[in-house]
């Protein structure tokens, strides 16, 4: 990564592209450490999010817990992170819907998530990039946390909140190259929810070289709600109520989003989505049974 350099008007000029009229969201982003022992800390959770649920929000509450438990870390804030529409993946809807969404949910549901759409609206980058977008923003940008007696500063640690399935993705051959995976584990960290049917120790069975910084969080009330069964309901007109925020199923509902399968899908995409519904149908379930 290249150094921020000083511009004329002696701030940081960014060392990344950033979409147009593009500002960091930073109202909620606490910067006053209430524990000056601990370690401030900022969740950072990238993703698709087509569209949001709730376990996608569930996810910071879990890391909190366990952090305020379990580690000497102070969480500061936490931010979703849409991937980019070059992402390509199925069920894919556009990034303003999506960001649009998350935001519904992050501003409606909570008091101190935030969405940053840096990511969305440009092509596509790695996430061990997109820690680093967050890492000068917080950091270089706005000075990271402040001691409450000295006013001292203190750095902040951006860490990727991920659902254990993504982690386990890390082991996966041309998936995430080797000097991501030692920038985003061994300079960042990741706190990791557990996500049934996805083993934790398999997740991390790779990734033992950085133990010291990947936390692992269990998952006590079991909840596999996925973006893929709310879309899969929605094709099939079933609701999706209680499975998101209000406001986000709301939004669903006025922009007609995800009932027509074309929607950010290709042919071979649209086989394999009408495939899964086929194979749900033919076994005369009452829900969807996929997680993929
Ligand atoms: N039920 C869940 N339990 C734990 N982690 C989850 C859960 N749902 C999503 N996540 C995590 O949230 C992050 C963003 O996920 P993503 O947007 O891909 O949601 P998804 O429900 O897996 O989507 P899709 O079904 O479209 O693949 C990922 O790190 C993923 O592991
Ligand atoms: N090499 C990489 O940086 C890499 C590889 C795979 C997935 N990812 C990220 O993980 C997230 C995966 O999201 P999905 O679970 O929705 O596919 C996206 O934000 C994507 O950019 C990053």
């Not at 804030?77 to 069920?91: F, W």
């Not at 440009?122 to 996430?127: A, F, K």
């Not at 500063?153 to 991920?162: K, T």
């Not at 950085?210 to 879309?231: C, E, G, Y």
């Amino acid at each position: 990564m290249s150094s921020a350099s000083l511009e004329g008007n002696g701030r940081p000029s960014p060392p990344f592209t950033a979409p147009p009229n593009y500002a960091f969201p930073h109202h909620r982003l606490d910067l006053l450490q209430r524990y000056p022992d601990k370690q401030p800390i900022v969740l950072v959770a990238c993703g698709s999010f087509s569209p949001v649920t709730y376990l996608h929000l569930r996810m910071f509450e879990m890391a909190v817990d366990y952090v305020r438990q379990n580690t000497d870390f102070e969480v500061m804030g936490g931010y979703m992170s849409p991937v980019s529409d070059q992402y390509k993946k199925p069920g894919l809807l556009s990034a303003l819907h999506r960001v649009n969404m998350c935001t519904l949910a992050t501003e409606q549901t909570s008091q101190w998530l935030m969405v940053d759409p840096w990511e969305a609206f440009q092509s596509y980058q790695r996430t061990a990039v997109v820690l680093d977008h967050f890492d000068h923003e917080i950091n270089t940008v706005l000075g990271g946390a402040q001691m409450p007696s000295s006013g001292e500063r203190r750095h902040i640690r951006v860490v990727l909140l991920a659902g254990s399935d993504l982690i386990s993705t890390m082991s996966e051959p041309g998936v995430w190259s080797e000097k991501d995976l030692d920038h985003i584990l061994g300079k960042y960290g990741t706190c990791i929810i557990e996500r049934a049917g996805s083993d934790m120790d398999h997740a991390t069975e790779a990734l033992a070289r950085w133990r010291h910084n990947i936390f692992l969080v269990p998952q006590l009330i079991q909840n596999d709600v996925s973006s893929t069964k709310v879309r899969l309901f929605l094709r099939r007109g079933l609701s999706v109520r209680y499975l998101l925020p209000a406001p986000v199923v709301e939004y669903i509902g006025e922009h007609t989003l995800y009932i027509d399968d074309a929607s950010g899908f290709d042919k071979k995409d649209k086989e394999k989505e009408r495939a899964k519904d086929d194979a749900w149908r033919r076994a005369g379930a009452s829900t969807p049974s996929s997680t993929a």
